[in-house]
Nanobody
């Protein structure tokens, strides 16, 4: 199982970034997928999750209305479109998988990659 995140970078407040998560070594489609993030000195926290068919999405209140999670099972790729970025969105972003029907808990997910850094600053 390998998940590789990309697409991070430096953005200004109010700007946008699109993160990608490429999966290899396993069949991507049956798994619920999610994005998490971890800011310096803080615990890893849930951002958004999506069911294997692409529906049943759920977002943390801090990103609701600004971020959109999606997936392309044919390409084995998960996405996170981030709009209206805020400085508090600065963190290392990770994607992960779970066989659970529903979870926002870090401990239920695995396949963690190296993450991609998002920095929001003027």
């Amino acid at each position: 199982v390998q998940l590789v995140e990309s697409g991070g970078g430096l953005a200004q407040p109010g700007g946008s970034l699109r993160l990608s998560c490429a999966a290899s070594g396993f069949t991507f489609s049956p798994y619920r997928m999610a994005w998490f993030r971890q800011a310096p000195g803080k615990e890893r926290e849930f951002v958004a999750t999506i069911a294997w068919r692409g529906g049943n999405t759920f977002y943390d209140d801090s990103v609701k209305g600004r971020f959109t999670i999606s997936r392309d099972n044919a390409k084995n790729t998960l996405y996170l479109q981030m709009n209206s970025l805020k400085p508090e969105d600065t963190a290392l972003y990770y994607c992960a998988q779970t066989m659970a029907y529903w979870s926002t808990s870090v401990s239920d997910y695995d396949g963690w990659g190296q993450g991609t850094q998002v920095t929001v600053s003027s």
